[in-house]
């Protein structure tokens, strides 16, 4: 376990578990997403991290960035370190999986439903109430539209609408909403269903999909195919996984 001074970090059996630690809110302040940022590139160094679980302890997930760090000289590196956070998650080599317990609110929405995978508590609540203190939320407004709609985004951006976690699922916010007794079930569910692929291809998988995303059809394809033939196809796994197939037997990875 790596203690920091605002989040914890552990990896275990392949998955790490990183969780915000600086209740009851968690609000992200410039040293707070620092860290955050530093823990992130130890993930992505760590080769046997199959899947990120993102949590947080406290009533609430986040309640987003620190009003103070929106004024002033400190908007500019507010913005770096909090944007770094997403440029990170999305070059992870592996699926990540948040656990929102609680609220999760401007920013603290912004970054629990980046991840791939979002496991929210009944209880949990989401929304973007930017616009009420006269800002709007750049991760949201370029994030959401892929995730939810355009016309959702604007309804939840233009509003400042917080939603609670049964309609942030039915809007394709959130990928599933359990009782607050069933989260952490829930979460090791999604973890069992990654824990018998491959780490290189997982990975592979996972980047042809970001790759692809918003490009037009014919070079999202090219992109990709390139992708397979390069580098999926130069992986032991991808050999093992088709002979396996053939032969009628469990394959035996070599990235377990």
Known sequence: MVEYRFLRLGVAEGVARLVLARPPLNILTIDMMEELNGALERV??????????????????????????????????????????????????????????????????????????????????????????????????????????????????????????????????????VPAAQLPAAVEEVLAKLSDKSRAVLALTRRAVLDAAGQPFEAALRAVEALYHAELMATEDAHEGLKAFVEKRAPVWKHR
């Open 44 to 177: 992505q160094s760590l080769l046997e991290v199959r899947a990120l679980v993102l949590a947080a302890e406290g009533k609430a997930f986040s309640a987003g960035v620190a009003v103070e760090d929106h004024l002033g000289d400190r908007v500019k590196p507010m913005l770096e370190a909090f944007h770094r956070i997403f440029h990170l998650l999305r070059a992870l080599p592996c699926p990540s999986v948040a656990a929102v317990q609680g609220a999760a609110l401007g920013g603290g929405s912004e970054l629990a439903t980046f991840c791939d995978f979002v496991i929210a508590s009944e209880a949990a609540t989401f929304g973007q109430p930017e616009i009420k203190v006269g800002v709007f939320p750049p991760i949201a407004a370029v994030h959401y539209p892929a995730r939810i709609g355009l016309a959702r985004t604007l309804q939840l951006l233009l509003t400042g609408e917080v939603i609670g976690a049964k309609e942030a699922e039915r809007i394709g916010l959130v990928d599933r909403v």
